[in-house]
């Protein structure tokens, strides 16, 4: 009869590993919530100064293509770039959507320890003073256009939940 404390826990097991899981779910959806809101911002901003993506925007082949299945390193490293590029374009109606780029990262980072991910090193990040030539305005609404486009892959992507 000692093993009743064994069939409590037995029974309780499955219990327990939901109760351990809702975190990461909740961090997931604190991660697609502000995707969303970034999404939003980039709309705001876009209607707000009238900018449009259908300029020549040549020479910035650098921003990263959405790749075909989404990891959490190669989603950091998309991330790292954008934020970069925002930060580079010294715009002060971009900060805060470089603000939500650097939580959106932690959260990556977060989703990546709780898989026992290695946590992402991002180098050589590209940087636009080679293409000083560029208007900023042609820059800027690109360089939107496309984070709204890999924000919006990211969004559907994150539903089959990202491996490392």
């Known amino acids: 009869m000692h093993c009743g404390p064994l069939r409590l826990l037995l029974w ?10 809702k975190p990461i779910d909740k961090v997931q959806d604190d991660t697609k919530n502000l995707i969303e ?10 209607r707000m100064r009238s900018l ?3 300029q020549d925007a040549s020479g910035l082949n ?12 190669k989603m950091d490293r998309i991330l790292a ?24 990262r932690e959260l990556a980072h977060t989703l990546a320890s709780s898989k026992n991910c290695p946590l992402p090193v991002t180098n050589d990040l ?17 360089v939107l256009s496309e984070l ?3 924000m919006k892959d990211m969004l559907e992507q994150m539903d089959f939940s990202p491996v490392c």
Do not use: C, H, K
């Open 12 to 21: 309780l097991w499955p219990y327990l590993l939901l109760i351990q899981a």
């Open 37 to 46: 809101t970034i999404v939003t911002r980039i709309n705001d901003i876009t």
């Open 52 to 54: 449009s993506s259908s």
């Open 62 to 73: 650098f921003i990263p293509d959405l790749y075909p299945v989404l990891s959490l390193s």
């Open 81 to 104: 770039i954008y934020q970069q590029l925002l930060n580079n374009l010294n715009s002060q109606s971009l900060v805060q959507l470089s603000n939500d780029l650097m939580n959106l």
């Open 126 to 142: 590209a940087s636009l003073d080679d293409y000083q030539g560029i208007s900023r305005d042609t820059s800027e609404a690109t």
């Open 148 to 150: 709204q486009g890999t």
